[in-house]
């Protein structure tokens, strides 16, 4: 693999891990930091009925993106968006259902491989403009960070019409429509980079692809539907000149972690709560900086056990580069103080 190298060493301590360096306190952001255990997100969300349309608001997106480091003062900062932006600017129906979750205009599927790449990035400016926004509202030390959906992530939620557990009917048409199937991945991967391209254009120092789905593949989908499009992003991405350091993040992918990490491009990989640890250590490539692990659950548990666990992944990965960070996004039901207490864990106060 080979290792991007900087002109001069990042000051920001993100981008000082993500370059390959091991820090005695590694930085620490969590997913979905900006969300609803936040009072102060609860608040302006009551303001903007409409999910999608909030994403695509700079100004509210801009204030919720920043109150988690006004509150908790990470080292890093993820814009606010979603990842079925990206279908909606193709011209698929998406919207949100209360208490329920996404939902999404029922297709066909070769009506959905006929959706075209073209214009959908700039169809998503907003989201640039919350960037770049952030990019001069944020402290000095706070890195930024752009993200996107992974094709077959949301392929799924494009062919399924919501959430699912199993995938059924995007997996049982991976198997069945294989052309069609591949080129929905294909249009979604160009859509995708030209979204990061923007992003990174747009101020955005880290660019993350959330992989959400990729648990259960057997070998030759996962090699289909998972690391060739999002290889096609990653390639896409630096031959446009683009140097941000990209995040992988395949959730659930158990063993097929290493081939992700060293097939796709991607310059960090984050990890899932379920992986085991001292197996993730072991294999993933020495050199590769780390993110994440902590089960959501023990953000939530709070007390000895939330100290206990972080120390373990402390423990665990010290000695390499590494980004603490939760496994997946925390839920809304956690107390913000746990937090506060996470973060006293990691920086020794």
């Known amino acids: 693999m080979t290792r991007r190298k900087y002109m001069t060493q990042p000051r920001k301590n993100l981008l000082r891990v993500l370059a390959g360096e091991t820090l005695a306190t590694p930085p620490v ?9 936040l009072p102060e997100y609860r608040a302006v969300r009551a303001t903007q009925p409409d999910f999608i349309a909030f994403c695509l608001n700079p100004e509210a997106a801009t204030e919720v993106t920043l109150q988690p480091i006004r509150r908790y003062g990470f080292d890093a900062s993820i814009v606010f968006a979603d990842i079925l932006l990206i279908p909606h600017a193709m011209g698929q129906k998406v919207w949100f259902e209360k208490g329920e979750g996404p939902r999404l205009a029922q297709m066909e599927l070769a009506k959905l491989a006929a959706l075209s790449p073209e214009g959908a990035a700039e169809r998503l400016d907003p989201v640039c403009e919350t960037l770049r926004r952030l990019s001069k509202a944020l402290p000095s030390d706070c890195t930024l960070i752009g993200f996107a959906g992974a094709p077959w992530t949301v392929a799924t939620y494009m062919i399924e019409g919501a959430g699912s557990k199993d995938r ?17 991945l294909a249009n979604l991967a160009d859509a995708t980079a030209d979204y990061l391209i923007a992003q990174a254009k747009a101020g955005a120092e880290v660019l993350k692809i959330f992989e959400s789905w990729a648990e259960g593949l057997p070998a030759p989908l996962f090699e289909r539907v998972v690391i060739r499009p999002t290889r096609r992003i990653v390639d896409k991405v630096k ?5 941000a350091p990209i995040i992988g993040f395949p959730k659930g992918a158990g063993p097929h972690y290493v081939r992700y990490a060293t097939e796709t491009g991607i310059d960090a990989i984050a990890t899932d709560h379920g992986l085991d640890t001292g ?16 089960d959501p659950a023990v953000l939530k548990a709070g007390g000895e056990v939330l100290r206990s666990e972080t120390q373990r992944l402390l423990d665990a990965w010290g ?6 960070n939760l496994g997946h996004g925390i839920n809304p039901d956690v107390p913000p103080e ?7 864990y990691i920086r020794g106060s």
């Open 319 to 324: 000695g390499r580069p590494y980004v603490f």
């Open 279 to 294: 197996w993730a250590v072991a294999n993933l490539p020495r050199g590769m900086p780390v993110q994440g692990q902590l």
């Open 168 to 184: 059924w009917k995007a997996r049982t048409a991976a198997w069945s429509e294989p052309a069609l199937m591949d080129q929905l």
């Open 338 to 344: 746990h937090v506060d207490a996470l973060l006293a």
């Open 29 to 37: 952001w969590l997913m979905r930091q900006a969300g609803r255990y």
């Open 239 to 243: 031959a446009a000149g683009i140097t």
